[in-house]
């Protein structure tokens, strides 16, 4: 039979067909037309568990079921346990052949029936009424009650975690002993190489110079000078004397101070690898600024901080806040900031000192009220006449060059 020219017409605006004498056949999932075969082979229907109405009093017995086990009631069927407790409605053949022996035809359950459910479900069932089912132990990792109590297993994580050991019973928390940790130092070596140092580009002792990447640039790009962590450079050593497994730190000047010293900002470490004559190969190993060809180096100083402490200065060194990191017309300090005093090592100023800077109101710094304080700087880098400092308490982020300041704190080692 052949659809009507209407219906034709219709089917056209419906779907796009607009030439006449094109027939749609099976639009729709499951529709056929009568007397035109489909052509397509189509599987036979799955029969899912029927469900069977039974009556409410046949499910009013009260009792409690064994872990792993469900008690069937009104309207369930294989299909709906399986999607219910095992996630999949498709695994209905799991629980009917857990259940041979008491279900027959897996199209029909009964109320009052008792069903082992597979080993996920550990729930308890009351009065044919489901528990919710709770999730099974990780291999491995059992939680029991006993476990709870010893904090132990609280996670259900498995395996071994930081979780699984109570904060209450102690510092131990997932194997880490807090009271083994090293202390934190005064002054890190990451806070001594990358502070900021003043000195004099004329006079500054022997330095060597970036020259050059080591990469491939075959079609000649114009490649940028930056350098990167891990990036292998070529240094001009121009007569700085180093060996292989030395140090070096690359810095670039900056501005200059009023008092006539000028900033040096630190920008890299750097460990040699190979020196050949007045060239040295070198790998970066740590950046603390951009980094680029062209940069001067110098021999890293050693620092050894570990066995610092801080004790109370009888006898404060005056000193003067002459400058900062960057030059800005408007400083607002925060922590880890750098600051530069004008007290050095000719002064007995050394790593770990700490000085505290007052209002340039202050006309006795000597004997001026700790409470009063604005700002805590900790030298992490002594000169011989100047140092450089980093902010470690702020009670007023404002201040400015010529700020006087007192030492508070002695850095003392410990052997």
């Known amino acids: 039979m052949s659809p009507s020219p209407r219906v034709r017409q219709r089917c056209g605006r419906w779907f796009g067909v607009g030439r006449p004498g094109v027939v749609l056949v099976g639009v729709l999932a499951g529709l056929t037309v009568p007397g035109v075969a489909s052509g397509v082979a189509q599987e036979p229907p799955v029969r899912q568990p029927e469900r069977r109405p039974v009556r409410e009093a046949e499910v009013q017995q009260v009792q409690t079921q064994p872990s792993g086990s469900y008690q069937v009631r009104t309207g369930d069927t294989l299909w709906d346990l399986a999607r219910r407790y095992l996630s999949d409605p498709h695994r209905w053949r799991d629980i009917f052949e857990l259940n041979t022996g008491v279900v027959e035809d897996p199209h029909w359950i009964f109320p009052g029936e008792l069903l082992a459910l597979p080993g996920q479900v550990t729930g308890i069932v009351v009065a044919g009424q489901p528990a919710a089912a709770e999730p099974a132990p990780a291999a491995g990792r059992p939680s029991s009650g006993a476990d709870q109590e010893a904090g132990r297993g609280v996670s259900r994580f498995g395996g071994e975690s930081i979780f699984d050991t109570s904060p ?204 009063d304080r604005l700002i805590v700087v900790r030298v992490v880098r002594a000169g011989p006449t100047t140092s450089t400092a980093r902010v470690v308490e702020t009670l007023d982020t404002g201040t400015a060059a010529g700020a006087p300041a007192r030492l508070v704190r002695k850095g003392v080692r410990t052997d």
């Open 168 to 371: 209450a019973s102690g510092s131990v928390l997932g194997g880490i002993e807090y009271d083994d940790l090293e202390p934190t130092p005064l002054v890190s070596p990451s806070d001594f190489y990358r502070a900021p140092f003043l000195g004099d580009p004329n006079t500054f002792g022997p330095v060597g110079l970036t020259a050059r990447k080591i990469q491939e640039n075959p079609l000649r790009l114009q490649l940028p000078p930056s350098v990167r962590l891990y990036h292998r450079v070529v240094v001009a050593l121009n007569g700085l004397q180093v060996r292989e497994g030395d140090k070096l730190q690359a810095f670039r000047w900056g501005y200059r101070l009023p008092s006539g010293e000028t900033v040096a900002a630190s920008k890299a470490l750097l460990d040699v690898t190979e020196v050949m004559g007045d060239s040295a190969r070198a790998v970066v190993t740590d950046i603390f600024g951009d980094y680029e060809v062209g940069d001067p180096v110098m021999l890293a100083e050693p620092i050894d901080a570990s066995d610092l402490v801080a004790h109370e200065a009888a006898d404060g060194v005056l000193a003067e806040l002459i400058g900062f990191e960057f030059e800005l017309r408007l400083t607002v300090l925060g922590s880890s900031d750098f600051v530069f005093l004008s007290a050095g090592q000719d002064d007995g100023v050394a790593l770990g000192d700490e000085f505290a800077i007052f209002s340039r109101q202050e006309l006795q710094p000597a004997s001026a009220r700790w409470e």
